[in-house]
């Protein structure tokens, strides 16, 4: 008799465009993931409300994201890919386990800290509770393993307690304690082209590599790249990035190669870049066209987005009946 799979469950917001680091970070295992696990990965519009976009760009968004998901190497038919308002149910479970969250923890969570500082003007309800949704979008599906980085382990604990104190409070044993996990130890982080940090969705756009980027724009960001004159002894962190970034796109001879120049002391920054930069193309092109050849099929893309809603649906209500029947809100 077969083993049921383990539940994972993953979200990426529904604004800016998918990077290198999406990629590298998240993607990539995802993609391994669907062949092992049973797998729920969703756009989050519900979440990028919280910094109020224009509405006239959310569905091209959605849409986008949808097809770069695909594109990258994510199969509809193994996961559930869905858009987070498809399911209601996963806003009923956020509003109940709201009754289990404490403004004291709420307030002291380091992600919203940041966003008062970023954004005094804007400081809604929506940012305060984001811990509590993102909870519901893991325990509506009683997922038991979800892939994140380091920024949001925080938000992932706070969902094992808002599942221990709701199965206390109601004396069950529903909801289990979701667990990070990635294959390996040790998640990629993939560095800013300018050497301040990792890439992102929405700062300096110049130093982030996107999967939506144009061939020329790939190469003139990458010859901008930051490197150094340095060649021999401890490597200097501009250099150590660039590197890394071409372990992950090149041959290993070529990489080879610019590592024996560095430390023979006559490594040439300007070829290394040149090397990476078409690397780089030839690696984002594939999934650039792709992607915009999604985009052109509005009929696949919906029949992927309700086929994933229905999957999804059916995982969430079940969960939700179940919630209901212990809180005591089931009447009829």
């Known amino acids: 008799m077969a083993t049921e799979k383990e539940i994972v469950v993953s979200g990426?917001?529904?604004?800016?465009?998918?990077?290198?680091?999406n990629y590298f970070g998240a993607i990539r295992n995802y993609v391994r993931m669907q062949e092992d696990f049973n797998c729920y990965f969703f756009i989050a519009d519900w979440h990028s409300l919280t910094t109020h976009p224009d509405p006239k760009d959310l569905a091209g968004n959605v849409m986008r994201m949808i097809s770069e998901n695909i594109a990258a190497g994510l199969d509809p038919e193994k996961v559930a890919l869905y858009v987070q308002s498809d399911i209601p149910e996963i806003a009923e479970l956020y509003m109940l386990l709201n009754t289990v969250a404490y403004l004291g923890e709420l307030e002291k969570v380091p992600t919203f800290k940041e966003k008062v500082r970023l954004q005094p003007g804007n400081v809604n309800?929506?940012?305060?509770?984001?811990?509590?949704?993102?909870?519901?979008?893991?325990?509506?599906?009683?997922?038991?393993?979800?892939?994140?980085?380091?920024?949001?382990?925080?938000?992932?604990?706070?969902?094992?307690?808002?599942?221990?104190?709701?199965?206390?409070?109601?004396?069950?044993?529903?909801f289990p304690e979701p667990q990070a996990f990635n294959y390996g130890d040790n998640l990629v982080r993939i560095p800013s082209l300018d050497g301040a940090g990792k890439m992102s969705k929405s700062e300096n756009q110049m130093a982030t590599l996107?999967?939506?980027?144009?061939?020329?724009?790939?190469?003139?960001?990458?010859?901008?790249?930051?490197?150094?004159?340095?060649?021999?002894?401890?490597?200097?962190?501009?250099?150590?990035?660039?590197?890394?970034?071409m372990t992950l796109v090149s041959a290993p001879d070529a990489v080879k190669k610019f590592r024996e120049d560095y430390d023979a002391g006559n490594i040439r920054y300007g070829d290394?870049?040149?090397?990476?930069a078409e690397d780089m193309v030839n690696f984002i092109r594939p999934i650039r066209e792709k992607t915009l050849e999604l985009q052109q099929d509005k009929t696949y893309l919906n029949n992927v987005m309700r086929a994933g809603a229905d999957k999804a649906r059916a995982s969430a209500a079940d969960t939700l009946q179940q919630v209901r029947k212990l809180i005591g809100i089931n009447y009829y």
């Open 12 to 21: 990426i917001r529904s604004t800016g465009y998918l990077h290198l680091g």
């Open 125 to 174: 309800a929506g940012l305060l509770t984001y811990p509590v949704l993102m909870a519901s979008d893991i325990l509506v599906h009683r997922g038991t393993h979800v892939p994140v980085g380091k920024d949001q382990e925080q938000h992932l604990e706070m969902a094992r307690h808002f599942a221990v104190r709701f199965n206390n409070r109601y004396g069950a044993d529903l």
């Open 272 to 276: 290394m870049k040149k090397q990476l």
């Open 210 to 245: 996107y999967l939506a980027d144009e061939d020329d724009l790939i190469r003139k960001k990458v010859m901008k790249a930051k490197s150094d004159s340095a060649a021999g002894g401890e490597m200097p962190e501009s250099v150590v990035n660039l590197f890394q970034l």
